[in-house]
């Protein structure tokens, strides 16, 4: 049963590390457009904002 | 947004030309030295049609294309696209480049927009709700140990790391609960979060006592699992109302307030709010009157159908009283204001309106129904069961205070919780999809009910842009002057017979000299001869009994006979209303030939005309009392104390203001067949509401006996308690 003393701490922190990516996902406003970031995947265009400078900027449309 | 989104934003907003390549794209260097001093402004707008990844890039490349335009980025789960723009761009260059590319979108004002205290509270359940859903996950994982038959020193272990996690969890996610059981508790009365923060508090101190005891049984898990599940409802219930709320906020900043004043001879666009009693207003061609005044120069014809319904143009020239919200057509007018704002009769009429909306918030819902006799019941339930057992048993509190938790956490109301929110949230969205805006959240509930839909005519059934009937009666000679006089207008119905005109492939006379009489019609030479196209007095003809506008040649009269274009899928909506069983009425402000018409084209047989704003309201008042369920359709103002009125009521997006306001539900898109799915869909969500209360109560009827009797066992609890809040979720997404 020693195993114990290592499987729970670490079960802990795992589910420890996943509220923490949650709580970052909902700070850095991931759960504002979920439709939207769904389509975008689809889309060819730039989707990074600032966008490059002109001259090197791809324009596939 | 993404954090990516809201970098670009605080960069366009500084403005610094190098961070926005697209603005240098578009300006040459000498705009961009001159924009340098100034920020880019912001502008929200409403796009209720854009649904897929290709909207999204034809939207945003369509307005990037539009020079002086930084940034613009589409928000598909609000239909939204935030633009960023040198303050020279006027939103309304953005509606229509969007308009050309296929979308309707409406200005919506920023400022009203700010729901920084509604997303705080958002954002604050949804912390509670990750932090429940953590210390479930687990606590699980330890309790099924425990379950599978853990003993002495590491099934005590077990209880104290799960009371390490519970506890705090308890405390923190359950303070929403906690604050508003107090809240019912300190005005004495039992409201739903009662049973909850005692099952939670209950749970959770004698499952601690157990532990220090160590004891068999602790809840820890059947604590923190009822959090989890009350939070997601309470989240649901939430994010639905803040929807519509935000669609209430949207609606009112549709029509983005701004007037033309004269200020020492120039012209300066003003917010509304900053127009004085006594200003001079200027109304160009096409625009809508931004306040109530009295005119001072020019003549022109107003567009009176949104707040009467008539069809028919009216003339108005120096000295006529002019209501705001009437549409200025054809030649520009000056106006001084004589009431504005807050005092000019739209808001009066929206303050009117308001008093009709608290009586509609008196409805009371299913929900607040059911809890109302569940929640003495629970109490009732769990302390007759301390009491049995503490005089079966002889006393023994500790047994007794358990058995009392167990009934508590079985009855606690988690599916219940679960039950309105999910189905609401499920139809709320599907509803959205289709183009309608749920501003109230009763809405779905009422709309279930009805049995008689009343329809308003002008700008609700038809689209109130005239099309010319009777064009090929009229000998081809008539027709070509016609043509070339309505040509050199921008009055709706001269464009409507030039249009019909070029469709029908008569070429347009020459006319010399054409020259347009605002508040008249046109005039001009045709061969020597003056010839005319207006108003009848001015033509000397005859006034028809439906919309028309006369041609004089010689001494000759002819009458052009115009009907109001029907609003798509009208026919379909009507049609689907007859299958239903419901019963359809017409009540429009317009004339007689009109109205007739088009309820003998759509197949209404109870129709009326000429109905004043007071006589609407009367026949859905008196509806209302002979024990009927209202849904009023309409847009205009003389709609809008009948939609106030109505059990439910629903109105066009192009509808003013004050019957947007009054409305219940606000159709977005332009066709009105998706109000015949909403009417089905409600009568869905009821019945999937009253299912769902019948499942939770099916599961009580089971575990409750078995908590009773001091059988249930923390395994039991949880069991009853997952599985009842998943199949009332799964029923809920079962709507189509």
């Known amino acids: 049963m020693e195993i114990l003393a290592y499987l729970i701490p670490i079960s802990l922190i795992l589910g420890g590390t996943g509220l923490a990516a949650f709580f970052w996902a909902m700070r850095s406003h991931q759960f504002d457009d979920p439709e939207g970031d769904a389509a975008r995947i689809l889309c060819d265009d730039w989707d990074q904002n600032p966008k490059p400078a002109p001259a090197k900027q791809a324009k596939p449309l | 947004m993404t954090i990516a989104a809201a970098v670009a934003w605080q960069d366009v907003e500084r403005a610094s030309p190098g961070a926005c390549p697209a603005c240098a794209v578009a300006s040459s260097a000498n705009a961009l030295a001159e924009m340098a001093g100034r920020a880019d402004v912001g502008v929200m707008l409403s796009l209720p049609s854009a649904h897929c990844a290709a909207c999204i890039s034809t939207v945003e490349h369509t307005l ?17 696209v935030s ?8 939103p309304a260059q953005m509606i229509a480049a969007l308009t050309a590319a296929g979308y309707e979108a409406h200005e919506l004002d920023r400022g009203i927009l700010s729901t920084t205290n509604m997303d705080q509270q958002g954002r604050e359940l949804l912390m509670r709700l990750g932090v429940a859903f953590f210390s479930m996950m687990n606590i699980m994982l330890l309790s099924v140990a425990v379950w599978s038959g853990a003993e002495g020193a590491t099934r005590d272990l077990f209880h104290w790391i799960s009371a390490l996690i519970a506890i705090p969890t308890v405390i923190f996610a359950g303070q929403p609960f906690f604050r508003s ?11 739903m979060d009662v049973p909850i923060s005692l099952a939670l508090i209950l749970a959770s101190s004698i499952s601690l006592f157990e532990t220090i005891q160590g004891g068999h049984q602790a809840y820890f898990d059947a604590a923190v699992m009822l959090c989890f599940f009350l939070l997601l409802g309470r989240y649901l219930d939430h994010r639905t109302r803040a929807l519509a709320r935000s669609a209430a906020e949207e609606l009112a900043a549709l029509e983005v307030p701004r007037a033309t004043v004269l200020v ?27 306040v109530d005044g009295i005119v001072t120069h020019g003549t022109s014809e107003l567009d009176r159908s949104l707040l009467t319904g008539e069809s028919l143009p009216v003339f108005a020239g120096p000295g006529m009283a002019v209501s705001a919200g009437e549409v200025n057509l054809t030649g520009p007018l000056t106006l001084r204001v004589t009431a504005a704002g807050k005092d000019s009769s739209l808001h009066r009429m929206a303050d009117l309106v308001a008093v009709a909306e608290s009586a509609k918030t008196r409805y009371t819902t299913l929900a607040e129904r059911a809890a109302s006799w569940y929640s ?33 956490i079985i009855t606690c109301p988690c599916a219940l919780g679960l039950a309105v929110p999910a189905v609401v949230t499920s139809a709320s969205g599907r509803l959205f999809r289709k183009g309608l805006l749920i501003k109230n959240g009763t809405a779905l509930e009422r709309l279930a009910e009805v049995d008689t839909v009343v329809l308003d005519k002008t700008g609700t059934l038809t689209m109130g842009s005239p099309e010319p009937v009777d064009f090929a009666v009229h000998p081809a000679w008539v027709a070509e002057i016609a043509a070339g006089l309505a040509g050199a207008s921008s009055h709706p119905l001269a464009s409507a017979l030039a249009k019909k005109a070029a469709d029908v492939g008569i070429c347009a006379a020459r006319i010399e000299d054409v020259q347009e009489v605002p508040g008249y019609g046109v005039k001009g030479r045709y061969q020597g001869a003056e010839v005319r196209l207006g108003r ?15 041609l004089r040649s010689g001494n000759q009269t002819h009458a052009f006979a115009f009907e109001d274009n029907l609003r798509p899928g009208a026919e379909a909506a009507i049609a689907a ?81 004050a019957a947007r306001v009054a409305s219940d539900i606000v159709l977005l898109g332009s066709s009105i067949a998706p109000v015949a799915d909403a009417l089905r869909i409600s009568g869905q969500t009821r019945r999937r509401i009253i299912e769902n209360f019948l499942i939770s109560g099916g599961y009580n009827v089971i575990a409750v006996p078995l908590a009773l009797v001091g059988m249930a066992t923390p395994l039991a609890a949880a069991l009853a308690m997952s599985l009842s809040s998943i199949t009332v979720s799964l029923n809920a997404l079962r709507l189509k």
């Open chain 2, 64 to 80: 990037m294309a539009v020079p002086g335009i930084s940034s613009a980025r589409v928000n598909l789960t609000l239909k939204r």
């Open chain 2, 577 to 657: 209303f007859k299958a239903m069983g419901k019963d359809i009425r017409l009540i429009s402000g317009d004339v007689e030939g009109a109205v007739g018409a088009l309820a003998a084209r759509l197949g209404i047989d109870d129709w009326t005309a000429n109905a004043l704003p007071a006589q609407k309201v009367a026949l859905v008042a008196g509806l209302t009392q002979s024990g009927r369920k209202v849904l009023m359709i309409g847009d205009g103002l003389n709609d809008t104390a009948a939609l106030a009125a109505a059990h439910v009521s629903i109105s066009p997006a192009t509808a003013l203001d």
């Open chain 2, 376 to 408: 003495p019941l629970v109490h009732l339930l769990s302390f007759s069961a301390f009491g049995f057992w503490m005089w079966k048993t002889g006393g023994d509190l500790r047994f007794a205070i358990n058995v009392s938790a167990a009934v508590l």
């Open chain 2, 264 to 290: 020492d001879g120039c012209d300066v666009v003003r917010p509304i709010a900053e127009v004085r009693v006594g200003d001079h207003v200027r109304v160009r061609p096409g625009g809508r009157m931004p």
């Open chain 2, 181 to 191: 059981a107090w809240a019912s508790l300190r005005v004495w009365r039992l409201g």
């Open chain 2, 83 to 90: 633009v960023s723009a040198a303050p020279d761009v006027a």
């Open chain 2, 536 to 550: 009848a007095d001015w033509c000397g003809g005859a006034p028809l009994d439906v919309t028309a506008t006369y």
